[in-house]
């Protein structure tokens, strides 16, 4: 059974947008999924946000069709009035992050990838980054 991992919206612009100097992480984790060997889960949420991010660089048909072909590596979780509850009455400071947590854990997926380690201190599922990810 392939594992699963959840993806924060960082890793995902970092690869989309080939950010340095962390695009060569983003890349060879996505490049897992492609591979069949991880199956990465995001939030319908870091959809729009890096639609919105890549139509600040490009023309918004570009960004749709970055996203059109990175969609083929990701499945969408499930993002509904629970998950926004648990954000809403969580400790988190970040509400974005905390939406990307409790879409994980809803979404029964014990690791979430990000760069932002230190805003998941009292998680209860692994919190890696992409390079401690594939370095595992």
């Known amino acids: 059974m392939r594992k699963k991992v ?20 983003a890349a060879r984790l ?8 991880v199956q ?13 991010l890549l139509s600040k660089q490009q023309s918004v048909d570009e960004a749709k069709e970055i996203l059109r072909k990175f969609k083929v590596l990701v499945h969408v979780a499930h993002l509904n009035e629970k998950i926004i509850d648990l954000a809403l009455n969580s400790e988190f400071s970040d509400f974005e992050d905390a939406i990307q947590y409790f879409s994980a854990l809803q979404n029964n997926i014990e690791i979430l990838i ?17 390079l401690d990810f594939i370095n595992l």
């Not at 996505?30 to 591979?35: N, W």
């Not at 990000?114 to 992409?130: E, G």
């Open 40 to 52: 990465i889960f995001i939030s319908s949420l870091s959809l729009a946000n890096i639609h919105y």
């Open 30 to 37: 996505f490049t897992l999924a492609d591979e069949g060997k």
């Open 114 to 130: 990000t760069r932002n380690l230190q805003d998941y201190k009292k998680a209860t599922i692994s919190i890696l980054t992409a």
């Open 6 to 25: 959840f993806v924060d919206t960082d890793i995902i612009y970092d690869l989309l947008a080939k950010r340095e100097p962390y695009y060569s992480a």
